[in-house]
């Protein structure tokens, strides 16, 4: 088992930057695919990014790609996400997750383990 947390985030205005962090203790952290998801009010949890074990591959939505960045430090243990050029539309709590199997798809009900979620508000 292993426990998420987040920390970071906080408001930005439109244009801005933000970086968002998780720590995880408890199980080996590097046996674990690393992802981003956030959820706005009302809305369904979306998928962000996504990074793989090793860091090699890393995933991104497309409202994100070229704007967020992924990275993982497994001697660390932590997972972070960089958000440059905000917009609006990405705020929302960001929560970390983590998933010891494979998930192509990076859907939600994939990932074992989450935070408790960090609040990222982008004012316009």
């Known amino acids: 088992q292993v426990q998420l947390a987040e920390s970071g985030g906080g408001l930005a205005q439109a244009g801005g930057s933000l970086r968002v962090s998780c720590a995880a203790s408890g199980r080996r952290f590097d046996i674990y695919d690393m992802a981003w998801f956030r959820q706005a009010p009302g809305k369904e949890r979306e998928f962000v990014a996504a990074?793989?074990?090793?860091?090699?591959?890393?995933y991104y939505a497309a409202s994100v790609q070229g704007r967020f960045t992924i990275a993982r430090d497994n001697a660390k243990n932590t997972v972070s996400l960089q958000m440059n050029s905000l917009k609006p539309e990405d705020a929302g709590v960001y929560y970390c997750?983590?998933?010891?199997?494979?998930?192509?798809?990076?859907?939600?009900?994939?990932?074992?383990?989450w935070g408790q979620g960090t609040q990222v508000t982008v004012s316009s």
């Open positions: 990074v793989s074990r090793t860091g090699g591959t890393k």
């Open positions: 997750a983590a998933d010891s199997g494979f998930s192509p798809e990076h859907r939600a009900s994939d990932y074992e383990y």
